[in-house]
């Protein structure tokens, strides 16, 4: 199995080399190890220490795009080089690379899809009370949004089998963390929570400037996220609510109208507003709930488009003649003007040029295929003359009994 560990980073010049190096080499049941580092934009060198770490691959963003959409490019890039299980990691070194052992001994086990590393927030000596408090908060939160039990969620040390990584869609540029488990738990992907260590912080978090803007954002994503996989019961909800207090309202109103006493008109136009705006909600839910099969159908399409992109199945899909031939003609001999690539496979612009796939082993195979000659037999007109060669095309030969082919006799019938 192929493990790629990707690190999404941003000017982390001073710390990406130590991430690099805390790598493992050798992991059991795991073949090869590659590392792929995601420059985000960053303005200092952070790409050329990470050439100079040894990284086998670096995927180069031409602007600063945010955490998850360096997230989002890495899983792609991946994908393209036929990574079976990927890793992610951050490049500040917080997280133990030699753990990163752990994390994918689920998923060659094959008991998992999804496995995330939990940090202890609640013994680790880098957290004030009140993150401890606000994490245990927001994993209670997201455990009941997805219906899965992850003890850290804000946790970006994770590791994805490629089939679980085929299926990611992150949408929210605040982070991927949040989305990526409400995901998982909505497609039934089969989730564990691993206990990783960790080392001392090197650098204050970038991602959010305080404990209120992470809360609010991250209440936000996780409505949000909830939203778009449970829109029917999100807003079947939210309008049976209005409706009953409409009809509250309407009862009191009544009660008060029975009894002879007048006024109270105020309480039945508030009732009125409540079971329109709740009717209308029902009729947003099935709306909703539309779209959101639509999504799903989409989703599906997209699976699909980056399976036959795989470089695994892209070498299963070659027609068995070119099978046939790439075995007869041997093991292709290197050609005196190639030149061995450098360890570090450097430098793709997503927004130049499409990401090439490197590692996939493809046959050299001509513009062309050679034309093959073909005796054809005589024309009845010239019974006697000398055979005529004709070139074939590789197309497939007419049929005078197709549609569209009569009077197009390739065996010179004459009626």
Do not use: C
């Amino acid at each position: 199995m192929k493990l790629i560990i990707q690190i999404p980073a941003f000017n982390e010049e001073a710390t990406i080399a130590q991430a690099l190096r805390d790598v493992p080499k050798k992991i059991d049941g795991i073949t090869a190890i590659e590392t792929l580092v995601i420059d985000d934009g960053s303005s200092d060198n952070t790409a050329d220490a990470a050439r100079k770490a040894g990284a086998t691959h670096i995927l180069q963003l031409k602007t600063h795009r945010g955490l998850s959409a360096a997230f989002v490019a890495g899983i792609d890039a991946a994908l393209r080089l036929g990574a079976d299980i990927i890793v992610n990691t951050d490049a500040d070194n917080q997280y133990a690379g030699a753990d990163i052992a752990r994390l994918v001994v689920p998923i060659v086990k094959g008991t998992a899809e999804v496995v995330i590393g939990d940090r202890e927030v609640a013994k680790s000596p880098h957290m004030s009370p009140i993150k401890r408090s606000l994490q245990r908060l927001g994993s209670w939160t997201v455990g009941r949004a997805s219906g899965l039990s992850v003890a850290d969620v804000t946790s970006g040390f994770r590791a994805f089998s490629r089939e679980a990584a085929m299926q990611i869609n992150v949408f929210n540029p605040f982070t991927y963390t949040l989305e990526t488990i409400i995901q998982a738990g909505n497609r039934n992907l089969g989730v564990q929570s691993v206990v990783v260590r960790t080392n001392a912080p090197t650098r204050p978090s970038r991602l959010y400037g305080g404990v209120g803007t992470y809360l609010r954002k991250s209440v936000a994503t996780i409505f949000r996220i909830y939203t778009i996989y449970r829109p029917l019961k999100t807003f079947f909800a939210i309008g049976t609510l209005l409706v009953l207090l409409g009809a509250a309202i309407s009862g009191r109103f009544l009660w008060y109208y029975w009894r002879g006493a007048g006024g109270h008109i105020q309480s039945l136009i508030l009732a009125a507003v409540f079971l329109v705006t709740g009717f209308q909600t029902w009729l947003i839910a099935l709306l909703a709930d539309l779209i959101a099969v639509n999504r799903r159908l989409t989703e599906d399409v997209l699976i699909r488009v980056k399976k036959l992109e795989s470089p695994a199945l892209e070498r299963k899909a070659r027609p068995a003649r070119q099978q046939q031939q790439q075995r007869d003609r041997g093991p292709r001999q290197p050609r005196p003007a190639e030149k061995k690539e450098a360890e570090t496979q450097w430098v793709w612009l997503l927004d130049e040029e499409k990401l090439k796939d490197r590692q996939a082993e493809r046959p050299a195979e001509s513009a062309a295929e050679p034309e093959e000659a073909a005796d054809e037999p005589p024309s009845p007109s010239e019974p006697d003359g000398p055979r005529r060669r004709r070139r074939r095309r590789g197309g497939a030969r007419q049929r005078t009994e197709l549609p569209g082919n009569r009077g197009k006799d390739l065996a010179g019938d004459e009626n």
